[in-house]
């Protein structure tokens, strides 16, 4: 994390300041590399933290990083209402994250402890860690392409198809993300009622019924209400999914898996979703949503995956 944090922030920062097209894309590049690696180390130590304290912190991770998306809009809005600069804003923002992640670095575990103790352990945790690994990536898939849609599409199906303002549409994806938010901070007392597979299933019904509820009803509120259930459904998934990958025989190898499946995946359905939609129109299209939260529901015991003993 200190390697990777070092080499995100000065990538953000470089990109404030770049000069043209070619140099900014450069910055972006760098960023995004190190700044997935980043992830996948905090998910990790996340994964050691949980297992040595025999609870189930990882939704409220994720929930702290909901938070800092909201907290780095705001900011971005401050300083554009403030009149400060992209280059300065930018810096800013790298500095102070840098003076977060290592002021807490001297907390961390050394989480390499947790690690198979000989080479023969590895090898016997390596066909069940793939078996396992192919339903918690589809899981991840399934759940990252319905968070990532709401993200891109929500907001512009109330818009155009829901003849709402602009504020009013920005309004659903805020009671989107708001759930999402408060359904992490909650998820821990949820998967300890009923357990990590439990919790992704009933998450995965609740999907099902506020994507419908977000598109079918014609009373517009109800499409708010669908994205409360939306936010609330699919909150849990990705945390779990990274909880299981965990608890495998190579956590640091199958978290780097599940992760970069996930965001693979926010990468490339929100634009499969807009194919659809051209063609059947984005009410209709954002309804496969569904298809999917139904597939996690479906999927979840595959998130019963425990470490191979050594």
């Known amino acids: 994390m200190g390697a990777t944090a070092v080499v995100s922030c000065v990538a953000l920062g470089a990109a404030g300041y770049a000069p043209g097209l070619g140099t900014l894309a450069a910055a972006l590049f760098v960023l995004g590399l190190a700044y997935g690696s980043w992830d996948v180390a905090m998910n990790v130590q996340g994964s050691a933290v949980d297992r040595r304290a025999g609870r189930e912190w990882m939704p409220r991770y994720h929930a702290c990083w909901s938070l800092g998306s909201i907290a780095g809009a705001a900011a971005g809005s401050l300083a554009a209402r403030g009149g400060l600069g992209v280059g300065p804003h930018l810096a800013l923002a790298a500095a102070a994250s840098l003076v977060v992640t290592y002021a807490g670095l001297g907390w961390y575990l050394d989480e390499r402890a947790d690690a198979p103790g000989t080479p023969s352990d590895g090898e016997r945790g390596r066909p069940r860690l793939a078996r396992g690994l192919l339903l918690i990536g589809a899981l991840t898939c399934c759940a990252t392409i319905a968070e990532g849609a709401a993200g891109d599409w929500l907001a512009l199906y109330l818009d155009t198809e829901r003849g709402q303002s602009q504020a009013s549409a920005a309004l659903g994806f805020t009671v989107f993300a708001a759930a999402m938010t408060g359904g992490r901070f909650l998820g821990t007392a949820v998967v300890a009622r009923l357990g990590r597979a439990g919790a992704v299933r009933a998450g995965g019904l609740l999907g099902v019924a506020g994507v419908a509820g977000t598109v079918l009803p014609a009373w517009t509120p109800l499409a708010y209400a669908g994205a409360l259930l939306w936010g ?79």
Request: aromatic fraction near 2%; include cysteine.
């Open 232 to 310: 609330l459904g699919i909150c849990l998934v990705f945390p779990a999914a990274v909880s299981a990958a965990g608890d495998t025989a190579r956590p640091a190898e199958a978290i780097a898996v599940v992760t970069s499946i996930g965001y693979g995946s926010i990468l490339v359905g929100p634009p499969l979703i807009g194919a659809v939609a051209d063609v059947a129109g984005l009410g209709r299209a954002l309804l496969l949503l569904a298809v999917l939260a139904a597939a996690v529901a479906a999927l979840a015991p595959a998130l019963r995956v425990r470490r191979s003993p050594p």
